[in-house]
């Protein structure tokens, strides 16, 4: 059974750079891809981008200009970073893997999520 | 960019049907997903490609996807069933999620 555990810094100042690290544990990383979705506090998701299993990326417009995504097959790990943090992402972060419904993709396994918090 | 509209807030009384919606663009030509989230928990995925229950997720939760609107149906409504719930599709290499539901079981 896939596990995922998020990890990273709680507080970030804005225009700081946040890096968050998920862990995977029962699955090799690179046999599937994998997202990161956010949720501001008492708000709705919101899908960041994937990683796809090739180490392609594809990203949420709205923060293309400010996020990368990257694994690391030796730690088995998946990382994000939003660059130029403001107050608006303020949220839990969630890894998830990306499962497959034909080209269509959803989230069966999901982390049990890291708040970041931005805040001067 | 591509939406999906979900009520707010849906109340239903315990044993009765609850019947969530979600509504977009020609969604009848997408899979629709639906997660279940409980207060500060994460996500779980209830019902995938429209209508399958994914292992673990009890027999009364159920979908349907046609024309322009999906619905996440709950029989048999239980107290623990009292929770948000989003729906979310693929469009233009875009995850979307709807904006969530509240369910109430009063």
Known sequence: QVQLQESGPGLLKPSETLSLTCVVSGDRIRSYSWSWIRQPPGKGLEWIGFIYDTGSTNYNASLKSRVTLSVDTSKNEISLRLRSVTA?????????????????????????????TVSS | SYELTQPPSVSVSPGQTASITCSGDKLGNKYTYWYQQRPGQSPVLVIYQDNRRPSGIPERFSGSN?????????SGTQALDEADYYCQAWDSNTVVFGGGTKLTVL
Do not use: E, K, M
Not at chain 1, 88 to 99: E, K
Not at chain 2, 68 to 74: E, P, Q, V, Y
């Open chain 1, 88 to 116: 608006a992402d303020t949220a839990v972060y969630y890894c998830a893997r990306v499962d497959r419904g034909g080209s269509s993709p959803y989230f069966q396994h999901w982390g049990q999520g890291t708040l970041v």
């Open chain 2, 66 to 74: 046609s024309g322009n609107t999906a619905t996440l149906t709950i």
